[in-house]
Protein backbone atom coordinates (compact mmCIF):
# COMPACT_ATOMS: atom_id res chain seq x y z
CA UNK A 1 0.00 0.00 0.00
CA UNK A 2 1.45 3.84 -0.76
CA UNK A 3 2.64 5.39 1.93
CA UNK A 4 0.26 8.76 0.98
CA UNK A 5 -1.96 10.32 -1.74
CA UNK A 6 1.38 12.46 -2.58
CA UNK A 7 3.58 9.12 -3.50
CA UNK A 8 1.33 8.70 -6.35
CA UNK A 9 2.90 11.67 -8.18
CA UNK A 10 5.91 9.28 -7.83
CA UNK A 11 4.96 6.54 -10.26
CA UNK A 12 3.69 9.07 -13.09
CA UNK A 13 5.14 7.43 -16.50
CA UNK A 14 5.08 11.14 -18.74
CA UNK A 15 7.28 10.76 -21.67
CA UNK A 16 8.33 14.43 -23.04
CA UNK A 17 5.23 15.88 -24.57
CA UNK A 18 4.50 19.44 -25.94
CA UNK A 19 1.98 21.30 -27.93
CA UNK A 20 2.92 22.87 -31.85
CA UNK A 21 0.43 25.20 -33.17
CA UNK A 22 0.28 23.90 -37.52
CA UNK A 23 -0.35 26.68 -39.88
CA UNK A 24 -1.66 28.98 -37.46
CA UNK A 25 -3.82 32.09 -39.03
CA UNK A 26 -4.92 33.04 -35.79
CA UNK A 27 -4.17 36.18 -34.54
CA UNK A 28 -1.09 36.39 -31.52
CA UNK A 29 -3.81 36.77 -28.59
CA UNK A 30 -5.03 33.40 -29.76
CA UNK A 31 -1.98 31.68 -29.48
CA UNK A 32 -1.10 33.73 -26.05
CA UNK A 33 -4.28 32.26 -25.21
CA UNK A 34 -2.92 28.85 -25.10
CA UNK A 35 0.66 29.61 -23.76
CA UNK A 36 -1.46 31.39 -20.49
CA UNK A 37 -2.91 28.34 -19.77
CA UNK A 38 0.39 26.04 -20.06
CA UNK A 39 2.53 29.10 -18.26
CA UNK A 40 5.11 27.16 -16.25
CA UNK A 41 4.17 23.83 -17.00
CA UNK A 42 6.37 21.10 -17.91
CA UNK A 43 4.76 21.54 -21.88
CA UNK A 44 5.71 23.69 -24.21
CA UNK A 45 3.99 24.98 -27.39
CA UNK A 46 5.41 26.13 -30.25
CA UNK A 47 4.44 26.74 -34.04
CA UNK A 48 5.38 24.81 -37.27
CA UNK A 49 4.04 25.46 -41.06
CA UNK A 50 2.39 22.03 -42.03
CA UNK A 51 1.99 20.50 -45.26
CA UNK A 52 0.51 22.62 -47.69
CA UNK A 53 -2.88 20.61 -48.22
CA UNK A 54 -3.27 20.14 -44.49
CA UNK A 55 -5.52 22.45 -42.27
CA UNK A 56 -5.03 25.50 -40.36
CA UNK A 57 -5.01 26.18 -37.12
CA UNK A 58 -4.13 22.75 -35.75
CA UNK A 59 -2.73 22.03 -32.25
CA UNK A 60 -1.12 18.61 -32.49
CA UNK A 61 0.75 17.11 -29.41
CA UNK A 62 4.02 15.87 -29.95
CA UNK A 63 5.49 13.10 -27.71
CA UNK A 64 9.41 11.84 -28.80
CA UNK A 65 9.14 13.51 -32.06
CA UNK A 66 5.51 11.67 -33.00
CA UNK A 67 2.05 13.27 -33.37
CA UNK A 68 0.29 11.61 -30.99
CA UNK A 69 -3.27 13.72 -31.08
CA UNK A 70 -4.57 16.22 -32.91
CA UNK A 71 -7.32 18.68 -32.48
CA UNK A 72 -8.62 21.73 -34.26
CA UNK A 73 -7.62 25.29 -32.91
CA UNK A 74 -11.74 26.00 -32.64
CA UNK A 75 -12.61 22.98 -30.39
CA UNK A 76 -9.87 24.31 -27.62
CA UNK A 77 -11.29 27.76 -27.71
CA UNK A 78 -14.59 26.67 -27.14
CA UNK A 79 -14.09 23.88 -24.79
CA UNK A 80 -11.52 25.45 -22.59
CA UNK A 81 -9.52 28.65 -23.77
CA UNK A 82 -12.11 31.24 -23.78
CA UNK A 83 -14.37 29.61 -20.69
CA UNK A 84 -14.81 30.83 -17.19
CA UNK A 85 -13.90 28.31 -14.70
CA UNK A 86 -17.17 30.18 -12.81
CA UNK A 87 -19.44 28.18 -15.54
CA UNK A 88 -18.85 25.10 -14.26
CA UNK A 89 -19.52 26.55 -10.32
CA UNK A 90 -22.78 27.88 -10.90
CA UNK A 91 -24.20 25.07 -13.61
CA UNK A 92 -23.92 27.62 -16.73
CA UNK A 93 -22.27 24.39 -18.61
CA UNK A 94 -24.72 21.17 -18.83
CA UNK A 95 -22.86 17.80 -17.59
CA UNK A 96 -23.40 16.19 -21.35
CA UNK A 97 -21.56 19.36 -22.98
CA UNK A 98 -18.55 19.11 -21.26
CA UNK A 99 -15.58 17.84 -23.40
CA UNK A 100 -11.77 17.85 -23.29
CA UNK A 101 -10.28 18.13 -26.76
CA UNK A 102 -7.57 15.25 -27.68
CA UNK A 103 -4.88 17.19 -27.29
CA UNK A 104 -5.77 17.95 -23.82
CA UNK A 105 -6.55 14.57 -23.01
CA UNK A 106 -2.87 13.53 -24.38
CA UNK A 107 -1.46 15.34 -21.28
CA UNK A 108 -2.26 12.24 -18.57
CA UNK A 109 0.34 12.00 -16.03
CA UNK A 110 1.76 14.85 -16.99
CA UNK A 111 2.27 16.56 -13.53
CA UNK A 112 0.94 20.02 -13.32
CA UNK A 113 1.59 22.94 -10.55
CA UNK A 114 -1.14 25.35 -10.48
CA UNK A 115 -2.38 28.24 -8.58
CA UNK A 116 -6.14 28.95 -7.53
CA UNK A 117 -8.10 32.69 -7.68
CA UNK A 118 -7.08 35.23 -7.34
CA UNK A 119 -3.39 34.17 -7.85
CA UNK A 120 -4.86 33.26 -11.59
CA UNK A 121 -8.21 32.39 -13.17
CA UNK A 122 -6.85 30.03 -15.61
CA UNK A 123 -4.02 27.70 -14.11
CA UNK A 124 -6.91 25.05 -12.17
CA UNK A 125 -9.49 25.11 -15.23
CA UNK A 126 -7.73 21.98 -16.99
CA UNK A 127 -8.11 20.38 -13.81
CA UNK A 128 -11.74 21.47 -12.86
CA UNK A 129 -12.86 20.38 -16.73
CA UNK A 130 -11.02 16.80 -16.24
CA UNK A 131 -13.27 16.16 -12.96
CA UNK A 132 -16.23 17.41 -14.67
CA UNK A 133 -15.29 14.67 -17.55
CA UNK A 134 -14.87 12.24 -15.13
CA UNK A 135 -18.41 12.87 -13.51
CA UNK A 136 -19.76 12.50 -17.14
CA UNK A 137 -18.16 9.41 -17.37
CA UNK A 138 -19.85 8.04 -14.52
CA UNK A 139 -22.84 9.01 -15.76
CA UNK A 140 -22.49 7.69 -18.84
CA UNK A 141 -21.78 4.50 -17.23
CA UNK A 142 -24.50 4.55 -14.79
CA UNK A 143 -22.88 1.82 -12.64
CA UNK A 144 -19.31 1.64 -10.98
CA UNK A 145 -17.76 4.02 -8.13
CA UNK A 146 -16.86 7.71 -8.32
CA UNK A 147 -14.75 9.05 -5.25
CA UNK A 148 -14.66 12.96 -5.27
CA UNK A 149 -13.08 15.22 -2.17
CA UNK A 150 -14.50 18.58 -1.58
CA UNK A 151 -11.93 20.21 1.24
CA UNK A 152 -15.56 21.92 2.17
CA UNK A 153 -18.19 19.51 2.00
CA UNK A 154 -20.39 23.30 1.71
CA UNK A 155 -19.15 23.74 -1.49
CA UNK A 156 -21.30 21.21 -3.08
CA UNK A 157 -24.23 23.04 -1.60
CA UNK A 158 -22.87 26.53 -2.32
CA UNK A 159 -22.02 25.52 -5.94
CA UNK A 160 -25.59 24.99 -7.83
CA UNK A 161 -23.48 23.48 -10.60
CA UNK A 162 -21.63 21.55 -8.38
CA UNK A 163 -24.66 19.87 -6.54
CA UNK A 164 -27.03 19.48 -9.98
CA UNK A 165 -23.77 17.38 -11.06
CA UNK A 166 -23.77 15.17 -7.80
CA UNK A 167 -27.59 15.07 -7.93
CA UNK A 168 -27.59 13.27 -11.38
CA UNK A 169 -24.57 10.78 -10.47
CA UNK A 170 -26.04 9.49 -7.58
CA UNK A 171 -29.68 9.52 -9.43
CA UNK A 172 -27.89 6.65 -11.61
CA UNK A 173 -26.90 3.51 -10.28
CA UNK A 174 -23.45 4.84 -9.46
CA UNK A 175 -21.50 4.28 -5.76
CA UNK A 176 -21.17 7.82 -5.10
CA UNK A 177 -18.81 8.77 -2.34
CA UNK A 178 -17.82 11.97 -0.98
CA UNK A 179 -15.33 13.68 1.38
CA UNK A 180 -14.71 16.82 3.06
CA UNK A 181 -14.56 18.46 6.09
CA UNK A 182 -17.66 20.01 7.63
CA UNK A 183 -21.47 18.63 8.53
CA UNK A 184 -22.70 15.65 7.08
CA UNK A 185 -26.35 16.31 7.61
CA UNK A 186 -26.25 19.24 4.94
CA UNK A 187 -26.36 16.07 2.08
CA UNK A 188 -28.61 14.09 3.66
CA UNK A 189 -30.75 15.03 0.61
CA UNK A 190 -28.55 13.20 -1.52
CA UNK A 191 -28.39 9.32 -2.28
CA UNK A 192 -24.20 9.54 -1.68
CA UNK A 193 -21.92 8.02 1.16
CA UNK A 194 -20.49 11.42 2.51
CA UNK A 195 -16.70 10.67 4.52
CA UNK A 196 -16.22 13.67 6.63
CA UNK A 197 -12.11 14.20 8.59
CA UNK A 198 -10.01 16.38 9.58
CA UNK A 199 -6.75 15.07 8.35
CA UNK A 200 -4.66 16.12 5.87
CA UNK A 201 -6.05 14.09 3.01
CA UNK A 202 -9.70 15.83 3.74
CA UNK A 203 -8.25 19.46 4.27
CA UNK A 204 -5.96 19.84 1.68
CA UNK A 205 -6.66 16.71 -1.12
CA UNK A 206 -8.55 17.27 -4.20
CA UNK A 207 -9.74 14.01 -6.21
CA UNK A 208 -11.81 12.96 -8.47
CA UNK A 209 -11.83 8.76 -9.18
CA UNK A 210 -14.29 6.18 -11.30
CA UNK A 211 -13.78 2.86 -11.53
CA UNK A 212 -15.92 0.60 -13.66
CA UNK A 213 -17.69 -2.52 -11.32
CA UNK A 214 -15.31 -5.10 -9.83
CA UNK A 215 -12.48 -3.59 -11.42
CA UNK A 216 -14.01 -4.46 -15.10
CA UNK A 217 -13.36 -3.64 -18.32
CA UNK A 218 -14.74 0.38 -19.38
CA UNK A 219 -13.01 3.85 -18.22
CA UNK A 220 -10.83 4.03 -15.52
CA UNK A 221 -9.97 7.62 -14.72
CA UNK A 222 -8.48 9.78 -11.69
CA UNK A 223 -7.75 13.03 -11.15
CA UNK A 224 -5.78 13.63 -7.86
CA UNK A 225 -4.12 16.59 -6.89
CA UNK A 226 -2.76 17.91 -3.28
CA UNK A 227 -2.37 21.56 -2.07
CA UNK A 228 1.25 22.04 -1.12
CA UNK A 229 0.76 25.09 -0.38
CA UNK A 230 -1.80 27.30 0.38
CA UNK A 231 -3.42 27.85 -2.66
CA UNK A 232 -1.39 26.58 -4.64
CA UNK A 233 -1.59 22.57 -5.91
CA UNK A 234 0.35 19.96 -7.52
CA UNK A 235 -2.00 17.93 -9.83
CA UNK A 236 -2.34 15.32 -12.74
CA UNK A 237 -4.90 12.89 -14.51
CA UNK A 238 -4.60 9.31 -15.24
CA UNK A 239 -6.68 6.90 -17.42
CA UNK A 240 -3.77 3.93 -17.01
CA UNK A 241 -6.66 1.04 -14.91
CA UNK A 242 -3.60 -0.04 -12.76
CA UNK A 243 -3.02 2.87 -11.70
CA UNK A 244 -6.71 4.14 -11.09
CA UNK A 245 -7.74 1.17 -9.64
CA UNK A 246 -4.84 1.65 -6.63
CA UNK A 247 -5.43 5.24 -5.89
CA UNK A 248 -9.50 4.35 -5.89
CA UNK A 249 -8.18 1.60 -3.18
CA UNK A 250 -5.64 3.26 -1.25
CA UNK A 251 -8.91 6.04 -0.83
CA UNK A 252 -11.27 3.78 0.47
CA UNK A 253 -8.94 2.10 2.44
CA UNK A 254 -7.29 4.43 4.21
CA UNK A 255 -9.01 8.27 3.90
Known amino acids: MPESLRSFFDELEAPDRHLV ?7 DPVRNLLESLLDGQPVSVSEAEADAAADDDVVALVENGSVV ?5 DELLESVLLINSDLYKT ?3 ELDEVALPDVFEGLDEVPFRVRGYPASNKEKLLLIIISRVIERIAVEHGTGTLRASFQRLS ?6 GTRSVYERVAGTGVDVHVYGVGDADSLSGLPVTVHTGTSYPYQRSWFVVFT ?3 GGDGD ?3 LLAIED ?9 TFRPELVTRIERYIAEEV
Open 21 to 27: LLNRSSP
Open 69 to 73: ARSPL
Open 91 to 93: GGI
Open 155 to 160: RIDDER
Open 212 to 214: PPD
Open 220 to 222: HVA
Open 229 to 237: EPNVWDGFW
